[in-house]
């Protein structure tokens, strides 16, 4: 089993910066992605970044220049740098991990608990 633990979230003006954090803990043997998801307010899920553990990443349009994420594998922690922070990046920000376990020897994606991103003057 995987926890991820998010931390770094708040409250932000409007071109403001945050760095969202989330470590992955459990009986885990590997990682093969790290990510993050959010959920602004009667809005589906959706993909804000991702990265694979050798490094390469997918970021959506709407955050391309603006967000970067990173992963330490020695840590099992993904960041994500966040600047010029818009209104509509508000939402409900999940970690994403996809990770083989001594209990799942296949890949298997596990979530965070989700973290507030508020984004206001």
């Known amino acids: 089993q995987v926890q991820l633990v998010e931390s770094g979230g708040g409250l932000v003006q409007p071109g403001g910066s945050l760095r969202l954090s989330c470590a992955a803990s459990g009986s885990i043997l590997s990682i093969s992605a790290m990510g993050w998801y959010r959920q602004p307010p009667g809005k589906q899920r959706e993909l804000v970044a991702a990265?694979?553990?050798?490094?390469?990443?997918n970021y959506a349009d709407s955050v391309k220049g603006r967000f970067t994420i990173s992963i330490d594998v020695l840590k099992n922690t993904v960041y994500l740098q966040m600047s010029s922070l818009k209104p509509d990046d508000t939402a409900v920000y999940y970690c994403?991990?996809?990770?083989?376990?001594?209990?799942?020897?296949?890949?298997?994606?596990?979530w965070g608990q989700g973290t507030q991103v508020t984004v206001s003057s």
């Open positions: 994403n991990a996809v990770a083989t376990t001594m209990q799942i020897s296949y890949r298997y994606g596990y």
């Open positions: 990265i694979a553990s050798a490094g390469s990443t």
